[in-house]
């Protein structure tokens, strides 16, 4: 069984590639509807992705919806990649869900490849290496919020506005909403949810298990995001493919019986005990310093 799990893992590697330089995907213009940081200094590691559509709210366009596709697909060859967050450069506002705009334009034939190609978008999201974040500083709502569930951890701000709203416009969540709700809050609690349309308060959303921190709001509407760098900058200094192993096995082993969990937690630490970074984390604890760790 553990052999079976380890070629399905497939072994750790290092990619040198220079995406955030080099693709004409990622944007660091400030009027751009999707904004990328590559943060330095002390910070460096950590990635942000902003959403900048601020006269639709950051809802999914067809255009916005591509370019966090192509984003997440050229970040994860990102060898400098620790943390990736994503945020608003809007304040107010997270996401509003789909454009319904747009949407209301669209021919039937094309609503259902649309929402199919958004629910691969959060899927890969859910599926990214390196651990992510989602700074919720506003509403999130819909599609905003089934793409902050994909996320592995949601910091909301206290006056931030969290609901799956669909079936008020007589659908249901169709990008993962009913499932990844359901995994973090219980059937019960994600039936009333979406059934009610019901819009829940970050305090609220913490309490329900949606949230993992609630932060008072501050005057420039970035209280969640400061908090997601705060969180962002704990896990910096960890070993990167130990990361990746660890977030692995938790996606991977919540979906199993535990039988078969274990054994893929013992693939995933199989992973880590041929890498450099190991040898270099014991090298560090015996002469006490702090670990140089290098993803190898």
Not at 16 to 27: A, F, N
Not at 186 to 208: D, P, Q, Y
């Amino acid at each position: 069984m553990l052999r079976s799990w380890i070629g399905l893992l497939g072994r750790p590697k290092v990619i040198t590639s220079q995406l955030l330089k080099k693709s004409r995907y990622l944007s660091t213009a400030a009027n751009d509807e999707l904004v990328v940081q590559q943060l330095d200094g002390d910070d460096e590691g950590i990635v942000v992705l902003g959403l900048n559509r601020p006269k639709a709210k950051n809802s999914f366009s067809k255009s916005l919806s591509q370019k966090l596709t192509q984003a997440i697909e050229d970040l994860q060859y990102e060898e400098k990649l620790r943390v990736l967050i994503i945020r608003s450069m809007i304040p107010g506002i997270f996401c509003a869900g789909a454009d319904l705009k747009e949407r209301a334009t669209m021919p039937q034939s094309e609503v259902g490849p649309f929402v199919s190609r958004l629910r691969r978008l959060l899927f890969d999201m859910q599926n990214f290496a390196t651990p992510t974040i989602a700074a919720i500083d506003g509403a999130a709502l819909g599609g905003g919020l089934e793409m902050s569930l994909g996320f592995d951890m949601r910091i909301a701000s206290n006056n931030a506005s969290l609901g799956l709203v669909e079936t008020k416009l007589a659908i249901i969540p169709g990008a993962g909403g009913t499932q990844n709700l359901t995994r973090l809050i219980g059937a019960s609690m994600a039936k009333e949810m979406i059934f009610t349309g019901r819009v829940v308060k970050g305090e609220e959303a913490k309490t329900l298990g949606i949230v993992n921190h609630v932060v008072k709001q501050n005057e420039n509407g970035d209280a969640a995001y400061l908090k997601s760098l705060d969180l962002a900058r704990e896990i910096l200094p960890q070993g990167p493919v130990a990361l990746r192993m660890a977030k692995r096995a938790i996606n991977c082993g919540s979906e199993i019986d535990i039988s078969n969990a274990l054994a893929f937690e013992q693939a995933c630490y199989a992973q880590v005990i041929p890498t450099k970074d190991r040898i270099e984390g014991l090298t560090a604890f015996r002469e006490k310093r702090k670990p140089k760790y290098t993803g190898s």
